[in-house]
């Protein structure tokens, strides 16, 4: 399997969180921009979706963005997984879940902006949680696989599943306070894509495998090989 890192000074955070009094939770999911709450190349980012009724009561949503240059990927995906540490994971009232999402920025040439959080594509993954400090294994679906295939670059979008991606469907408001914290720009926690590919002409998955481990490649004996792939 091959692996391609996040381009983290492309990627980030932002962050919306209004007074309940002026806003309402709609107000917040489809917001233009994440008002003045934008990390650029933050050591952390996080999934949000949050009720809080302290003094100032307050909603928060909060979205996590990393930008992969899938340029690298010339075969055809048999499967791909977005790896992440998960650092922690708070909850009062609800216990929160994430999904992945596409977006068409940040790129690899246009940094993180406020902006960027009006930008909604589709759905790559299925919701997961985690109760932190472990590497989450999500792997992204067809939609997700397709996108990493045949694009040069792909942005993901980590968000509450629930109460922010399923909004338009459910219509309902966080209950209470629950987020998701990843590591995105640590040494030695750095995000990345980990995928499988064939390469065309061949029926087997040849990646990584030294003719000499080989015994038939669609039906041609290992003798007759003399290059696999430029190997």
């Not at 979205?63 to 340029?71: A, E, H, I, K, P």
């Not at 997984?81 to 992945?100: G, H, Q, R, S, W």
Request: aromatic share 14%; net charge negative.
């Amino acid at each position: 399997m091959a692996t391609i890192n996040a381009t983290t000074s492309q990627g980030g955070y932002l962050n919306q969180t209004q007074a309940i009094a002026s806003w309402s939770w709609e107000d917040i999911c489809y917001a233009s921009s994440a008002a003045s709450d934008t990390y650029p190349n933050s050591n952390d980012i996080y999934t949000q979706a949050s009720y809080n009724v302290g003094r100032s009561a307050t909603w928060g949503c909060g979205r996590g963005y990393l930008v992969f240059d899938t340029s690298v990927i010339t075969g055809t995906l048999t499967d791909i997984k977005l790896k992440i540490f998960c650092t922690d994971m708070f909850n009062l009232v609800y216990t929160p879940e994430a999904v992945l999402y596409n977006s068409t920025s940040p790129t690899l040439s246009t940094s993180l902006s406020s902006t960027d959080f009006k930008n909604r594509g589709n759905q790559i993954s299925d919701p997961f949680t985690s109760s932190g400090w472990e590497w989450l294994d999500i792997g992204l679906n067809g939609t997700g696989l397709s996108i990493a295939e045949t694009e040069n670059e792909m942005t993901i979008v980590l968000r509450d599943w629930y109460y922010d991606a399923e909004y338009y469907t459910n219509f309902e408001s966080p209950p209470g306070i629950g987020f998701m914290g990843y590591f995105h720009n640590e040494a030695g926690y750095i995000p990345y894509l980990e995928y499988t590919m064939t390469v065309a002409g061949y029926r087997q998955i040849v990646n990584g495998i030294i003719p000499a481990n080989m015994s038939k490649v669609d039906g041609i004996a290992k003798a007759s090989i003399s290059k696999v792939v430029g190997v």
